[in-house]
């Protein structure tokens, strides 16, 4: 998992003091080049790249300790099999080129700078190793064209068209009309319960306070 090389990594300081592509991709056989920034302060320091380790520290070293190629401090370039190196004390960068690869070539490595009696500066560069997206070739046409008689292929063509047009037509407009129809009864169906429940209960309330009153009420003595 990568939290353990981060949270590792920011236990020392200028740990992000070597910046890289983050990944790079190349065709079989052909060639990557990878262009890693340092501070500064690190100019005369020895550069290198290597192949990150499986087990050894979960990513914070390389493989088996070994750089595959690294510079001597100075700007000279520095070559290994098919892996090359150059730094640039000017611009602060160092480039890595690898030439003729290989699916074998394909995985995580390290760019960095070496410190003595320090951890190395580093990050990490994931590189892929895919062919191309080849794009389909174009079919070449004759140069000859053939005249072909006139038939009613056309008109009917445009007859079913303009029929399929208003069979389409008219089923979006039976959609909107259903659809317009089910809102009225929505809206119909809030007011229901919005206003005509509560007047109805009203009603109902004030007719049986009536009668209660009525019932209590008593009877008034007939004027002599």
């Known amino acids: 998992m990568r939290i353990f090389p981060i949270l590792g990594w920011m236990l020392f300081p ?4 070597v ?6 991709r190349g065709p079989p056989g ?24 499986a087990l050894e520290g979960g990513g914070l070293f390389c493989s088996n300790g070994i750089h595959i190629v690294e510079t001597d401090g100075s700007e ?11 730094d640039n004390h ?16 394909a995985g995580t490595y390290h760019c960095g700078v070496v410190r003595t009696a320090l951890p190395d500066l580093r990050d990490t560069v994931e590189v892929t190793v895919s062919p191309a997206n080849s794009s389909p070739t174009p079919t070449k046409r004759s140069s000859s064209a053939t ?21 389409k037509s008219s089923f979006s407009t039976n959609q909107d009309t259903t ?40 009877d008034r003595p007939a004027p002599s």
Request: net charge positive; glycine share 6%.
């Open 14 to 17: 200028g740990c992000w003091a």
């Open 19 to 24: 910046t890289g592509p983050g990944a790079v």
């Open 30 to 53: 052909g060639s990557v080049a990878v262009r890693c920034r340092y501070q500064t302060g690190y100019e005369d320091y020895h550069k290198f790249w290597c192949r990150e380790g």
């Open 76 to 86: 000279a370039e520095v070559t290994r099999d098919r892996v090359s190196i150059r």
């Open 90 to 105: 000017t611009q602060r960068v160092f480039t890595v080129t690898l030439e003729h690869l290989t699916r074998a070539d």
């Open 147 to 167: 005249v072909q008689p006139a038939s009613s292929s056309p008109s009917i063509s445009t007859s079913l068209w303009t029929t399929a047009e208003k069979g």
């Open 179 to 218: 659809a317009s129809e089910s809102q009225l009864s929505n809206v119909h169906f809030l007011l229901l319960f919005i206003w005509k429940v509560p007047i109805f209960l009203c009603i109902i309330w004030v007719n049986i306070r009536y009668r209660k009153n009525s019932r209590e009420m008593p």
